[in-house]
């Protein structure tokens, strides 16, 4: 498998207030953790893998590059802001740490419009946009500082100032029917569900 020319940045640096402080990156779904499915994927996919965490030593076990925040607010785009500033490549593609079914064909849809042009490739729902699965240039660290200076924490924030190319449902359904790739963990409710996901696919 060939790999992008860019980085690839997973943000495991949340409060996970919901589950009670644990840090969902490290939750097993199935057998193993989400976050050791993720590095395994962009260790495959992308020429640097950056996990953005402010607890480094939960992720000493991987060969990656693990950062923390350079702005003490807690927000996505704060997490975003660290991985581009650390990136050695122009673009990243960042997701989220507790997306345990995000699947390579998702990323493929994205990665194929890779343009040295743009600077957000966003895939778009009918629940909206889908920024903690998306492609984010250098270019944009510093509108993100702008927004981090002011305390606007809204990724969306950064669109009407960027080149955004957004990728229709239709396009994500395609190799994602499901679109099984934005399901994510917030509660003890979810981390059940995404057990019996698991032995779903598992079975099929």
Same mark, same amino acid.
Request: net charge positive; aromatic share 8%; proline share 5%.
């Given at each position: ?5 860019c ?38 996919? /992308? ?8 607890h480094?030593?939960?992720f ?12 003490? @607010?807690?927000? !996505? ?6 991985g ?11 997701s989220a740490?507790?997306?345990? /079914?995000?699947k ?11 343009d040295?042009n743009?600077?957000?490739?966003? *895939? ?6 889908? *920024? ?23 990724i969306?924030?950064? /669109? ?16 994602d029917?499901? @679109?099984i !790739? /934005? ?7 979810? @981390?059940?569900? !995404?057990?019996?996901?698991f032995?779903?696919l598992?079975?099929?």
């Open positions: 498998m060939s790999r992008y020319s980085s690839g940045i997973i943000l495991a640096g949340g409060l996970n207030r919901r589950m009670n402080g644990q840090n969902k990156a490290l939750l097993s779904v199935g057998t193993r953790s989400i976050i050791s499915r993720q590095i395994d994927l962009f260790q495959k996919m /992308f020429e640097q893998v950056i996990v953005v965490s402010n480094p030593l939960d000493a076990s991987w060969e990656i590059t693990v950062v923390s925040d350079l702005y003490s @607010l807690r927000s !996505s785009l704060t997490g975003i802001h660290a581009l500033f650390y990136s050695r490549w122009p673009q990243a593609f960042v740490c507790d997306m345990p /079914f995000l390579k064909e998702m990323i493929d849809i994205i990665l194929r419009d890779l040295p743009l600077e957000i490739i966003v *895939p778009k729902t009918v629940e909206g946009y889908q *920024p903690l699965c998306a492609v984010y240039s250098r270019r944009c660290l510093p509108w993100i500082e702008k927004q981090l200076k002011s305390g606007l924490l809204k969306s924030g950064l /669109f009407p100032k960027m080149k955004v190319k957004t990728i229709p449902e239709n396009v994500l359904r395609s190799l029917p499901d @679109l !790739s /934005f399901f994510n963990i917030n509660t003890q409710e979810d @981390l059940n569900r !995404s057990q019996t996901l032995s779903n598992e079975a099929s």
